[in-house]
Each structure stands twice: as structure tokens, then as C-alpha cells.
């Protein structure tokens, strides 16, 4: 299933996406509450997708792949590494990223989603699928220059539009083996895969819970694969993962 958030009509609703027909029927309430459609479809093209959560905290995880630290020359860490991400950064799909006048590099980063779906404390790596709602596409947006310079990541990552989220939901989703791509103005610079990831999403799900509660909506950033680089005013930057779809964007002044 594929549930989307989306604005029509001037109000924000959530729904279920149907790609192949190009529709959405809307859902009573919030995922959150359970998947009960009403109303006709309507087709895609005649709503604005948003974000498909509105997270109190973006969880994200820095060095996650193996290859990305080959990659970097550094050593594999013994636990994961956690950071926090603005929810105020957050854009949903075909949002534009706003090149922040004090940085001089604005870094693409994509990455596989997880949205929490049940309240999660101290969850055990075997039960954590349970409190998972589905999948999504991140972009972890860097201001690289601002991280290097502050040594820590508040500022470099929290930057409002630099979390980018979407297109939708996935429910029905395995991400043990998943490809993880970006793409800028059409050409690959990111191609990788989750079976390369460090900590498992559902050791993720464990350790970041033993840590601090997890509430439905918030949402884990899994960590990126190599190629991590550099974007300009004007680029379109694209993340795909397989089994998800596409979350693109456009860097602005």
C-alpha cells in the first residue's frame, strides 16, 4: 500500500496512491489510525503531494554503509551514530531546496526512510517491524562547509528545506536489499544498495529506541551510500529507491 499526504481543495488530507491507475482515494483520519478509504479518487495530477509524514523528530545516522566507509577510508563504527535533523527542514516532493546564503557547499545525500508507526521504547530488533508504518525517500541535504567548520551538525543539516521526504509512504516494503540511487540533472551519482548498511533497519529501530521514545510520524534517515557530492543553484536532484519511487527536487537561490 502507498499512502500519501497531499493538499486539495485547501485542506491537507492523507490517501492511498493507485501509480498504475494515477489515482488517490482519500483515508478517514491519519494512517496512524488505521486505512479506512472514503469519498471518489481523484486523480493525482489534481493534488499537491506534501511530505507524507510531519514528524516531531527526524532521527538520522551518520557512516551506515559499508562502502560509503571504504568509501571515506574510515573505520566501520561500533554502534550507530545518531543525529537529529530539524523537522522545520522538512519539504515534501518537488519542494525546492534553498541554497542557504552562508554555506558554499550544499551536499545531496539519499536515503531510505522509515516512518514509525507505533509508539516505540525500547523495542527489541525482533519486534521492531511492528512499530514501523512503511518506507519513504529522504534527501539528508548538508551544508558540508558549515559542518566541517562547527564539528557537530545542528546547523550544516537543520536548514529549513533541506529534508526533503516522499513521494509517499510504502507499507508492503523489505529493506534488507533495496537499490538506493540519486541522480543530478539526470546523471547517477549515488547507485547503491541497503544490503550494504552497518545497522539493519530493525537494529536501528532497536538502538535509537532504547535511546529515546519513538512516536508515530517520526521518522528515521537509515544513512547514504557512496558518491556523496556537491549541488548548484539550479540543479533538479532526484532519490530514488527501488520499490518506493522517486523524491525530486530543485536546488533555488
Known amino acids: 500500500m502507498r499512502i500519501a499526504r497531499y493538499e486539495c481543495e485547501g485542506r491537507t488530507r ?15 483520519g491519519t494512517p496512524f489510525d488505521g486505512v479506512e478509504t472514503t469519498g471518489d479518487p481523484r486523480r493525482i495530477e489534481e493534488v499537491r503531494l506534501l511530505a507524507p509524514a510531519v514528524p516531531g523528530k527526524i532521527v538520522a545516522v ?14 566501520l563504527p561500533e ?12 519539504i515534501g516532493p518537488g519542494g525546492e531546496i534553498v541554497y542557504p546564503p552562508q554555506s558554499r557547499r550544499v551536499d545531496y545525500e539519499a536515503e531510505l526512510a522509515v ?8 523495542v527489541t530488533e525482533k519486534d521492531a517491524a511492528a512499530h514501523i508504518l512503511g518506507y519513504t525517500c529522504i534527501n539528508d541535504v548538508t551544508a558540508r562547509d558549515l559542518q566541517q567548520k562547527d ?9 529549513d528545506t533541506f529534508a526533503p521526504l516522499g513521494p509517499w509512504i510504502v507499507t508492503d516494503f523489505e529493506p534488507t536489499e533495496a537499490p538506493v540511487r540519486c541522480l543530478v540533472n539526470g546523471e547517477v551519482r549515488q547507485d547503491g544498495n541497503t544490503r550494504e548498511m552497518i545497522a539493519s533497519v530493525y537494529r536501528l529501530v532497536e538502538y535509537i529506541s532504547s535511546n ?15 558518491g556523496v557530492g556537491s549541488l548548484r543553484v539550479g540543479d533538479a536532484v532526484t532519490v530514488e529507491v527501488g520499490g518506493i519511487g522517486e523524491l525530486a527536487n530543485r536546488v533555488v537561490a
Open 115 to 122: 516512518v514509525i508507526g507505533r509508539v516505540a521504547k525500547r
Open 151 to 159: 564539528g557537530q551538525f545542528a546547523r550544516s543539516k537543520g536548514f
Open 14 to 28: 492523507y490517501g492511498v496512491v493507485d501509480p498504475e491507475r494515477g489515482e488517490i482515494l482519500e483515508i478517514a
Open 62 to 75: 551518520g557512516l551506515n554503509y559499508k562502502d560509503h566507509a571504504r568509501e571515506l577510508g574510515m573505520e
Open 79 to 90: 554502534e550507530p551514530l545518531l543525529f537529529l535533523k530539524a523537522p522545520s527542514a522538512l
Open 212 to 226: 529515546m521514545t519513538l512516536f508515530p510520524g517520526d521518522v528515521i534517515a537509515t544513512g547514504t551510500p557512496p
